[in-house]
C-alpha cells in the first residue's frame, strides 16, 4: 500500500514546494482557503498516523512537498504538546518554535534537501514566510487535535510523538 499523497492542487510555487490556500487567521503570503473546505494542514493532520509508518514517500507534485513538511512539523508539534499541562502554556511555546528563525531548503541543516530545491533568491523571503504561516497555523490546530479539553496531553496522539517520519525530524539531534 503506498503512502497518501495530497489531493490538492498547487496553482503556484516556491522553489518546488505548492504555494496552497490555507484556512485560518495567520498572516502570511499563502491564499486564504474557503473556511468550509479542507486544506493542505487538515490533510497532513489526518493523514499523518498513516503516512507515519512509511518508510519512503515518492513526491507526486509540489503539494506532496509540502504535506512532507507539515508531517515533519506536527511531530515536532507532538514533541512539544508532550511536556504541555495547559492549551495556554502549549500555544506560548508552539509559537515561540513557530516564529524562530528554521532552516531553509538548501541550507546545510534542512532535512529536506533530498525533496525540496533551494529557492531562487527572490523567492526565498516569501517561503520563509509562508513555511512561518504554515507552522503557526498548524501548531494552533495540533493543540485542539492533541490536547483534551483540559489542556492534558491525549495519549491517542502522544504516542507518535517518538516516531519519526522518513527517519526525519525539523529539529536538529538530540531533541
Known sequence: MPAYHSSQVAQMSLGNIGLLA????????????????????????????????????????????????????????????????????????????????HPMPGDSRFPLNAFIHQPSPNEASKLREYLKQVRLETSKRMIEHALKEDGKPDKWWMCFAKKRFLGLSLSGPGY
Not at 473546505?37 to 509540489?62: Q, V
Open 22 to 101: 490555507l484556512r485560518g487567521d495567520q498572516k502570511g503570503p499563502g491564499p486564504r482557503a474557503d473556511p468550509n473546505s479542507e486544506d493542505i494542514i487538515d490533510e497532513a493532520i489526518r493523514y499523518f498516523k498513516a503516512n507515519l509508518f512509511f518508510k519512503s514517500f515518492k513526491p507526486e507534485h509540489d503539494s506532496d512537498r509540502l504535506l512532507i513538511y507539515v508531517t515533519l512539523w506536527i511531530q515536532e508539534c507532538l514533541k512539544t504538546l508532550q511536556k504541555c499541562t495547559s492549551k495556554d502554556q502549549a500555544w506560548k511555546e508552539l509559537y515561540a518554535r513557530s516564529v524562530q528563525e
